[in-house]
């Protein structure tokens, strides 16, 4: 799972994090004693999982606002949660399902608004500037679909499998893995491109 | 480019934003700060409602750095009455009594006294006037149901059936579309014929009354109103983009159009009488007339923040009875429209709530778990119907 050592909130103290003496705690345990009032393990399960969560909403949406409020939802939406979360589940693909979910509905919102994103040329016949590999990942995956940025995220900077994806998004496998190969394609065309 | 370049780029293409993360940090700390310990039995209004209040205070901090935060609407847990008391941790006797048909995993009579009864694994099932019987389809099937379950007849339609209705008051006729037709039969299901193409998606009503008036949705999505018993078409509109449902008043005078962005009051001639919009951002979910006067209760959402509100409608005048995270299900009037009953299915709760403001707010947790047949997979009510007690 990425996760950026080094990057800690300021409000989390990390001699804290370890609830139970030493070693990684569990999520089942972490969950249950959310459960029960415990800050400290609600400080760990956000710092385990905000960084996945703000990533993957950001490669989504494309905007760092919408990003962050659907990343901090979505945290808000698994405390609500919590009391009748099933601790056979992983958390991890729970919770970003929400994310994933929210992203697309933003999307799918900002498409209806005709919103363009940030950047584009004013005359359409222009050229686009070359940018550097990075950003020209971000413009690339503007061009795919809300469903099919998901899988892309879900897969490549989350790294589920497609059976967990498929459970993510309720799709069917098949779904998953040719959205996957028409994604990659998409992209590694407009990536050519520009080498 | 390999799966691993496509797997760095997108790393570096997202990078870390420590400061959203603090920001972040600090709303789920200070919801967390509130939470109420689970006992045996959660109580999720009291800790949605905690959350919303705690997210009050942060709310200033982060709507100034991250400005379309959805912290704002998540706040506004709002409880008619006494600000949300403890949810029951099961069904009981309803609030306000009458008897409930409900559609999970098979449709359900739930009685005055909250005990439970599945009536089998129907997609769907409306009440016949003064609920005596219920109306249940299952696939290609339309059939009248004792409510016991016991079968007083069945037809088999051409097509799967999408929805059915009883016309009230006498109940001498049906109405239900299959495939994209609109077919009408006597209520002992006899009698079944085709009376015109129709939409699926919008159940069609019958006006409150004995005079067998129908309104549906036909084919190119354009409102009809017919005596179906004479096959005329009283008054028929253009056709309305993003229908949602159609009912009619209390008193039969008017017909309610609901489309995702308005509400449209028609009169007895089609003529447009009175038109709301929802506030932008914002799409209707449902809405519902009350079966007594002037009252309509809509339910609508913002999809950018995740919120619904409750409203209830009275001419011009607006008046919110709940908003809560996430989306409400379609209200159900109780038999004397004093209490609506709101399904909220992102809390796995019923919620009844006064109609007129004021009185206590009854909630009951634990929906999904109470419908649920044996080695089903739990899922929340897709409606609930409120009919008359006895």
């Not at chain 2, 982060?62 to 959805?70: L, Q, V």
């Not at chain 2, 008017?254 to 089609?270: D, E």
Request: proline share 7%.
């Amino acid at each position: 799972m990425p996760y950026a050592p080094g990057i800690a909130a300021p409000a989390l103290d990390r001699s804290r994090r370890v609830l139970s003496g030493g070693g990684r705690v569990s999520e089942a345990a972490l969950v249950r004693a959310a459960r029960r009032g415990s800050e400290q393990a609600v400080a760990e399960l956000f710092a385990r999982h905000w960084s996945a969560a703000y990533r993957a909403a950001l490669l989504m949406t494309g905007d760092r606002a919408a990003a962050e409020d659907i990343a901090q939802e979505a945290f808000l939406a698994a405390l609500r949660a919590l009391p009748s979360f099933d601790l056979r589940r992983p958390l991890r693909p729970w919770l970003h399902r929400i994310v994933v979910n929210r992203a697309i509905d933003w999307s799918r919102a900002r498409a209806l608004r005709n919103e363009v994103p940030a950047g584009t040329a004013a005359d359409p016949s222009a050229p686009a500037a070359p940018a550097p590999l990075d950003d020209a990942i971000a413009v690339a995956l503007e061009t795919l679909g809300p469903e099919q940025r998901a899988v892309i995220v879900l897969r490549y900077l989350l790294e589920f499998t497609p059976g967990e994806i498929a459970r993510i998004l309720d799709l069917p496998r098949g779904t998953v893995n040719s959205r996957l190969r028409r994604g990659l394609d998409t992209l590694g065309a407009l990536i050519g491109e520009d080498r | 480019m390999t799966e691993r370049e496509l797997r760095d780029a997108l790393r570096r293409a997202a990078p870390e934003d420590p400061a959203a993360r603090e920001r972040a940090w600090r709303v789920v700390s200070a919801a967390c700060a509130q939470h109420v310990p689970v006992r045996r039995r959660p109580h999720w209004l009291p800790l949605i409602a905690a959350l919303a209040l705690s997210a009050v205070a942060a709310v200033g901090a982060a709507a100034a750095s991250a400005p379309h935060s959805g912290v704002g609407k998540l706040v506004r847990s709002v409880f008619a009455g006494d600000g949300g008391p403890r949810a029951r941790p099961a069904l009981g006797r309803i609030p306000g009594g009458g008897t409930l048909l409900v559609h999970a995993a098979g449709a359900w009579v739930v009685a005055g006294d909250g005990d439970r009864h599945r009536l089998g694994a129907y997609d769907g099932a409306s009440w016949s006037p003064h609920g005596r019987f219920v109306l249940a389809w299952r696939g290609r099937e339309l059939a009248a149901l004792e409510r016991d379950g016991d079968r007083r007849w069945s037809l088999a339609a051409r097509a799967p059936i999408a929805v059915a209705r009883w016309a009230p008051v006498d109940g001498y006729r049906v109405a239900y579309v299959a495939g994209a037709e609109l077919r009408v039969a006597n209520g002992d299901g006899t009698g079944d014929h085709s009376y015109g193409p129709a939409r699926a998606g919008v159940a069609p009503a019958w006006r409150p009354d004995a005079s067998h008036v129908l309104a549906y949705v036909d084919r190119r999505g354009a409102v009809n109103v017919a005596a179906v018993d004479t096959r005329r078409t009283l008054w028929r509109s253009r056709p309305v983009a993003r229908l949602v449902a159609l009912a009619w008043t209390g008193d039969g005078d008017r017909l309610v159009v609901v489309t995702r962005r308005r509400l449209l009051l028609l009169g007895p001639a089609g003529q447009r009488l009175a038109g709301r919009a929802v506030p932008a951002g914002m799409t209707i979910d449902a809405a519902l007339p009350a079966p007594r006067g002037p009252g309509i209760a809509v339910v609508r959402h913002d999809a950018a923040q995740d919120g619904s509100e409750l409203v209830l409608l009275r001419g011009r005048r607006e008046r919110l009875l709940f908003s809560g995270p996430g989306r409400l299900g379609a209200p159900a009037w109780s038999p004397t429209g004093r209490l609506l009953l709101v399904p909220w299915p992102d809390a796995d709760q019923w919620l009844f709530l006064r109609a007129h403001g004021g009185g206590r707010t009854s909630t009951i947790a634990n929906i999904a778990a109470q419908f649920t047949p044996q080695g089903a997979r739990a899922g929340f009510p897709r409606s609930v119907d409120w009919c008359c007690a006895g």
